[in-house]
């Protein structure tokens, strides 16, 4: 699939954060549910690349996925580990201090449907 770039004028510009991926689920979800009682479910999405690496075999990212409410129950419900999934959402930055003290960041996708 090729990118496509696009440029803005100045003081038009409409800022987008939305992402899609199609990939497998690497393990059986497991819905939790938060203090206030809402559904939760935390999943890793395993993509291949559309592309081969020097060695001739494709490689494979792993993208933390996040879901809410139905979204959460339904995958939870339905989804199994190896199943193929399309997710769409945004992508989230999250900032945190580890237990040595260091600041990490992670990004994961907020799963809209």
């Given at each position: 699939?090729?990118?496509?770039?696009?440029?803005?004028?100045?003081?038009?510009?409409?800022?987008?954060?939305?992402?899609?991926?199609?990939?497998?689920?690497?393990?059986?979800?497991?819905?939790?549910?938060?203090?206030?009682?809402?559904?939760?479910?935390?999943?890793?999405?395993?993509?291949?690349?559309?592309?081969?690496?020097?060695?001739?075999?494709?490689?494979?990212?792993?993208?933390?996925?996040?879901?809410?409410?139905?979204?959460?129950?339904?995958?939870g419900k339905y989804a199994k580990k190896?199943?193929?999934?399309?997710?769409?959402?945004?992508?989230?930055?999250?900032?945190?201090?580890?237990?040595?003290?260091?600041?990490?960041?992670?990004?994961?996708?907020?799963?809209?449907?």
């Amino acid at each position: 699939m090729a990118a496509r770039i696009l440029f803005f004028e100045k003081g038009k510009e409409d800022m987008m954060n939305c992402v899609q991926e199609i990939g497998r689920i690497t393990a059986d979800p497991e819905v939790k549910v938060s203090q206030s009682g809402k559904s939760i479910l935390i999943f890793s999405l395993a993509v291949q690349r559309d592309y081969k690496n020097r060695s001739g075999e494709y490689d494979t990212d792993f993208f933390r996925c996040v879901a809410y409410q139905s979204s959460a129950d339904y995958l939870g419900k339905y989804a199994k580990k190896g199943d193929m999934l399309a997710v769409s959402g945004s992508l989230r930055q999250n900032t945190y201090e580890n237990r040595e003290g260091k600041k990490v960041s992670s990004v994961e996708i907020s799963v809209s449907s």
